[in-house]
């Protein structure tokens, strides 16, 4: 069976989110566009100042370093 690469994305968020949880946060899964990732913040993340540094020094980097076709991810509301 091929895996999707939606499917795959949100395999790698999965593995992450029990450490987003841990701080009383959560992340959704909204798109996958071509190579981009866009994915909504909740819970306290939401309004975190360190939002920002999680998605792209946790969050980016883990979903880059799982499947290397996806290029960013980005938050959206």
């Given at each position: 069976m091929v895996e999707t690469l939606e499917k795959k994305v949100q395999a790698?968020?999965?593995?992450?989110?029990?450490?987003?949880?841990?701080?009383?946060?959560d992340i959704e899964l909204v798109a996958v566009e071509k190579d981009t990732v866009k994915v909504r913040l909740v819970g306290h993340c939401a309004g975190c100042p360190m939002a920002a540094m999680t998605l792209k020094q946790g969050v980016e980097a883990y979903v880059r370093k799982k499947i290397p076709e996806i290029v960013k991810v980005e938050a959206v509301q």
């Amino acid at each position: 069976m091929v895996e999707t690469l939606e499917k795959k994305v949100q395999a790698a968020l999965d593995e992450i989110r029990p450490q987003i949880q841990a701080d009383g946060g959560d992340i959704e899964l909204v798109a996958v566009e071509k190579d981009t990732v866009k994915v909504r913040l909740v819970g306290h993340c939401a309004g975190c100042p360190m939002a920002a540094m999680t998605l792209k020094q946790g969050v980016e980097a883990y979903v880059r370093k799982k499947i290397p076709e996806i290029v960013k991810v980005e938050a959206v509301q």
